[in-house]
């Protein structure tokens, strides 16, 4: 399935909060640097940042995406320090919703990219970028339900609970295979998003449920678990994987058919874009309040197309 969800799809309009930040300092606050993914968001916002003077950006995360409460403190630094803006990943859509209201507070622009902040956090940010996680979930559904069927068990192998990205991703995977079909949904489970946990959940999985026919693995880390936990267990290529993300390692299981398909986020495009907004902000340009940063489904026969090159990192 060569399937491109519609990059930059905008809706709304912006609500402008008591804004006063001046140039300066721009801090990228993702879920863990430890990750081919945000790394890869780092330089999508380096690419942003190049060829102006005005403004410098910094990038930080916490050692794993777990690290909540470390997350939190690197916003609550930054807000300390003055930034002039901050392009924040939150790893907890309710835990990270005070600080970025303090922000605001503070008179200093936030983009949220990839997972949502919570209800009520409405109004405090300028902008909110990222892949729209459903309709990625749904659109990896459809390729399960085209390659295994009607009937049969398919397992999920999630990441974090309640995180934004997660719960559209996963739910939407879920509901449409629900919806769409006999399926049996054997999960999820979660890894915390640590590939050595989603290995040995994997493994545990394809021994009690010999009968598998799918498996999802909904991102970066945990789906390069489900891989790997594949390949041990002489499974790869036998049931039909799907995973999240576009590293190297998901690249190889892809080009060697242990992973059917793996639904690429325009990582890159979240770091670019998401600094380009607050670059906007801050000189006084109006931005929009969603921006839909896309997703390519990658498969053996379009990996090596421009489409796919574009999103894998």
Not at 117 to 128: D, I, P, R, S, V
Not at 176 to 200: C, D, H, I, R, T
Not at 212 to 217: D, F, H, M, N, Q
Not at 259 to 287: P, Y
Request: glycine share 10%; hydrophobic share 45%.
């Amino acid at each position: 399935m060569n399937k491109v969800i519609t990059t930059l799809m905008v809706a709304g309009s912006l609500l402008v909060g008591p804004l006063s930040a001046t140039a300066g300092e721009i801090a990228v606050i993702v879920k863990t640097t430890n990750s081919n993914f945000w790394q890869n968001v780092n330089k999508g916002a380096n690419a942003a940042i190049a060829g102006q003077k005005e403004h410098t950006i910094t990038f930080n995360g916490p050692a794993s995406e777990s690290a909540v409460a470390d997350q939190v403190n690197l916003v609550e630094n930054a807000i300390n320090r003055g930034v002039s803006a901050i392009v924040l990943a939150p790893s907890d859509p309710d835990a990270l919703s005070p600080v970025v209201k303090r922000a605001y507070e503070s008179g200093i622009p936030v983009a949220i990219i990839d997972s949502a902040l919570g209800e009520g956090a409405k109004g405090t940010y300028q902008t909110f970028l990222s892949t729209d996680n459903k309709a990625a979930g749904e659109t990896a559904a459809k390729l399960m339900i085209d390659s295994v069927g009607q009937t049969g068990k398919v397992a999920v192998m999630s990441y974090v609970a309640g995180v934004g990205s997660e719960i559209g991703r996963v739910g939407g995977f879920i509901d449409y295979l629900k919806a769409n079909s006999k399926l049996e949904v054997v999960g999820p489970f979660y890894s915390q998003s640590q590939m050595a946990m989603a290995l040995n959940q994997t493994t545990d999985i394809l021994a009690a449920n010999t009968d598998l026919v799918g498996i999802y693995g909904a991102n970066e880390p945990t789906a390069v678990g489900m891989g790997r936990a594949l390949v041990q267990a002489g499974k790869a290529g036998s049931l039909t994987a799907i995973g999240f993300d576009g590293n190297q390692d998901l690249q190889a299981f892809v080009r060697d058919g242990t992973l059917k398909a793996t639904a690429v986020q325009g990582s890159f495009q979240m770091g670019e874009l998401g600094v380009q907004a607050m670059l906007d902000m801050l000189d006084d340009k109006k931005i929009e309040s969603f921006i839909d940063t896309g997703v390519v489904m990658v498969t053996k026969e379009n990996i090596d197309s421009d489409v796919a090159k574009n999103v894998l990192y």
